[in-house]
């Protein structure tokens, strides 16, 4: 059985959790509980042997923090087709910019399915190494993301080298207390 290996690490938003195959890293997500995080993994590779693994993480706690960070390779097997052809169109979205989820569906020849995107984005286990961040609504330039509008606003203030808070102008773009 070909190994899965995975890690812990604690960032500036908390403890994460990472695993990585051969091919690159196949999830990421804030840790609740190793059992919750590995079960997906279990689904999406029933032939891989989850491993506790030494992984250089670094990569992981550069892109909490907004920092200039190359991405790391990704594994997306056992996703699906849409949905990986949506992670990979979001990861060619250069640092400092952003894409709308419209403009994502058009990049993947699906013209119209920017909810569907927006789906996708919902599901995806693997941010940071898929910059989700990065996609916005095209009504307002914004919209809400994994439940951390702040986060959201502090990797593109320092994506883009804008340092305005949060406190100083909500997700809307409104100034404000």
Not at 140 to 162: H, I, P, V
């Amino acid at each position: 059985m070909p190994p899965l290996r995975f890690a812990r690490v604690e960032t500036s938003i908390g403890p994460m959790l990472a695993a990585e195959t051969d091919l690159g890293v196949a999830a990421v997500a804030r840790a609740s509980s190793l059992e919750a995080f590995l079960e997906p993994l279990r689904r999406r590779f029933p032939a891989f042997e989850p491993v506790p693994g030494d992984l250089d993480l670094g990569w992981l706690t550069d892109a909490v923090e907004g920092l200039n960070a190359p991405l790391p390779a990704v594994d997306l097997r056992g996703l699906s087709g849409f949905d990986a052809r949506v992670y990979e169109a979001v990861r060619a979205c250069p640092r400092g910019e952003t894409v709308t989820y419209g403009e994502v569906a058009v990049l993947i020849g699906s013209a119209g399915a920017a909810r569907a995107v927006g789906g996708a984005m919902a599901r995806c286990p693997l941010f940071p190494a898929v910059p989700c961040h990065r996609v916005v609504r095209a009504s307002d330039g914004w919209s809400g993301w994994g439940g951390d509008d702040r986060l959201k606003q502090r990797l593109l203030n320092a994506e883009s080298g804008t340092f305005m808070t949060a406190a100083l102008r909500d997700p809307r773009g409104q100034i404000g207390p």
